[in-house]
C-alpha cells in the first residue's frame, strides 16, 4: 500500500493500492515527512512543533500526538524500525527521539552532540539530523547536515558504533 500527499495546502493523505484509493486521511497539520507503520496500521506526520503526530487508517482519524522529551525544534524526518516497532524521529536541534507507537510516548533521546561529536568541537559543532535510516534490527544510520553520518547500535545508544565523515559539508540526503 502507498501513501500520497496531493498538495501541501490541501493536507489530505490516500492510501493506493492495486485496487485503487483505499482510504483518504485529512492531516491537521502538515509535515516533513509522512511514515507508514504497517504492524500497528498508523500513519505518523513529523510536525514542525517537534511533535509526531500519529493517525489511525482503519478510523480515518487522529489517535495521539506524541512529544519528544527533549525539546520542541522541529522534526526534519523520520525512519521506522519494523523489527522492534519503534519510530525514530531527527530534530532539527540534533536529537534523535525513539518513539514507542503501544505506549503512546517518546522512550528515548539521543543527543548527537554529546554522543558523536569530539569534545573539543561541542560548542561550535551544532549538528541538524537530516536522515535516518533502518539498517537491521539492531542498527540505524543518521546523517547530518554538516556531512557526517554516525551508526548506532538500538541496545546501547549513548555512543555511535561508528561514525564516518563525508568530507563535503552538505546535507545528506540519503543513506542506503
Known sequence: MAW?????????????????VHGKLTLRQVGRDVLYCPLSNYLCVPLDNGSLSVYDINNGKLEYDACGPIDHSPLNCAALNPFCDLILAGHASGTVSVFNPRTKRSIAAIDIKTSAVPEGMRDSYVPEVCQIAVKDSMTFAVGTDKGMCHLYDIRNWSHPVSSHNLYYPSPVKKIL
Open 4 to 20: 500520497s500527499r496531493r498538495c501541501p495546502e490541501r493536507r489530505d493523505a490516500r492510501a493506493h493500492g492495486p485496487g485503487g
